[in-house]
């Protein structure tokens, strides 16, 4: 089974503080995406990535940054986290970028900024 | 650009009742449409997909048509029992034009519960 992992569950943090988030796959996957969930907004991308150290914008990419420097591990950086960043983040992966490839997600991360 | 649409919810239901939740989209060509399902305290997972007009994805009695003639794919189950309570969230993936890099656009999710 393909397995993604998300580094904490629960964070808080305090408005300024730079924070880091970081998404494991253990499948091989060329693709791995950032997503923040906002109830009755459903997903919105932030950024993602289609090779090591690919990047691209999704749809809201401002205040955030990614690092992707090895194929496994993709991290998104709050440069200086705000209180309209609270939300869930999601991280997923797919095998290749083909428009039928199924996403496989993480469990997600619920960041409150203070 | 690319925007997918779902009834507002939350919805309850009795368990053994009849669920469907609507989906309708836009894109630009022609999309891959799929059904994910958040159940409580976990992240998404692919409940079914469609790929091509006509197709019917299908999964633990859940199914979907992907219709072109009305840009929709809704979800439907026939008898739905207390461990289908989740949110539902219809997207779509759209390669036309260059390549999308299976980039997922979400409906804006259904909250489903099923009582007893």
């Known amino acids: 089974d393909v397995k993604v992992t998300q580094s904490s569950r629960y964070l808080v943090k305090r408005t300024g503080e730079k924070v880091f988030l970081e998404c494991v796959q253990d499948m091989d996957h060329e693709n791995m995406f950032w997503y923040r969930q906002d109830p009755g907004l459903g997903l919105r991308l932030i950024y993602f990535s289609y090779d090591v150290k690919m990047k691209e914008k999704g749809d809201i990419p401002e205040g955030y940054s990614v690092s992707r420097e090895k194929k496994e591990r993709f991290s998104l950086i709050l440069e200086s986290a705000s209180t309209n960043q609270t939300s869930m983040y999601l991280c997923?992966?797919?095998?290749?970028?083909?428009?039928?490839?199924?996403?496989?997600f993480g469990p997600g991360t619920r960041l409150l900024v203070l | 650009g690319d925007s997918v649409t779902q009834m507002e919810g939350p919805v309850t239901l009795s368990e053994e009742a009849f669920l469907t939740i609507n989906c309708t989209y836009t894109?630009?060509?022609?999309?891959?449409l799929f059904w994910y399902v958040q159940y409580p305290g976990e992240g998404l997972q692919l409940l079914l997909k469609a790929t091509k007009a006509d197709d019917k994805g299908s999964n633990k009695g859940f199914e979907a048509t992907y219709r072109k003639e009305t840009t929709s794919f809704h979800l439907e189950k026939g008898s739905v029992q207390v461990s289908d309570s989740a949110v539902y969230f219809c997207a779509l993936s759209d390669s036309t034009g260059g390549t999308s890099y299976g980039k997922l656009t979400f409906g804006q999710g259904t909250i489903l519960t099923v009582h007893p």
């Open positions: 997923a992966s797919s095998l290749t970028g083909l428009a039928l490839e199924t996403q496989y």
């Open positions: 894109a630009t060509g022609y999309p891959s």
